[in-house]
């Protein structure tokens, strides 16, 4: 009987954590400006530095000079900012674990983005660092004004300036 409770409490456990998790991963928290969960912070800040280094690598190679200039500093100012998030996941003093590789839907969109040439390739990457900066700024936004760790909070509210400029930029070279 005692190991029956203990499995239902691990799995009512395991499904609120997924319930936290599911409400951040289908936007219903951005909607209502509810700051996520540490561990979503960090699993989705770290997924999307991935996915702004290793999509800007291609476009450095296949990019036109304005796209290639762009990526080089996406790539530059996304490592900065992994090393960063790491540092302080070493520290202690933020507990979590950051993603280091593409997840499923980056890696979908890395793929599809290493088919296309030219002008298409130049398009679809500006469209991707439009959308991936606008969710990292809501995401930073609302971690920076609320969220759970002082730490990370603060490492939030430094970076959401550079990320906002980041999807200005982007905005700006998909009007071109």
Known sequence: ????????AALMAATAAFAQSATEST????????????EDFIMQASASDVFEIESSKLAMQKGDDA??????QMSADHEKTTAELTAL???GKVQGKAETTLIDEHKENVDELAKLQGAEFNEEYIDD????????????????EEGENADLK???????????????MAQDMDKD
């Open 1 to 8: 009987m005692k190991k029956i409770a203990l499995t239902v």
């Open 27 to 38: 936007g219903v928290n951005s909607a209502l400006g509810v700051a996520p969960k540490t």
């Open 67 to 72: 796209v290639k200039k762009f990526a080089t």
């Open 89 to 91: 996941l070493n520290s």
């Open 129 to 144: 660092q439009v959308e991936a900066h606008e969710d990292a700024v809501d995401l930073f936004k609302r971690y920076a």
């Open 154 to 168: 603060a490492f939030a509210a430094k970076h959401l300036p550079a990320l906002e400029h980041h999807y200005k």
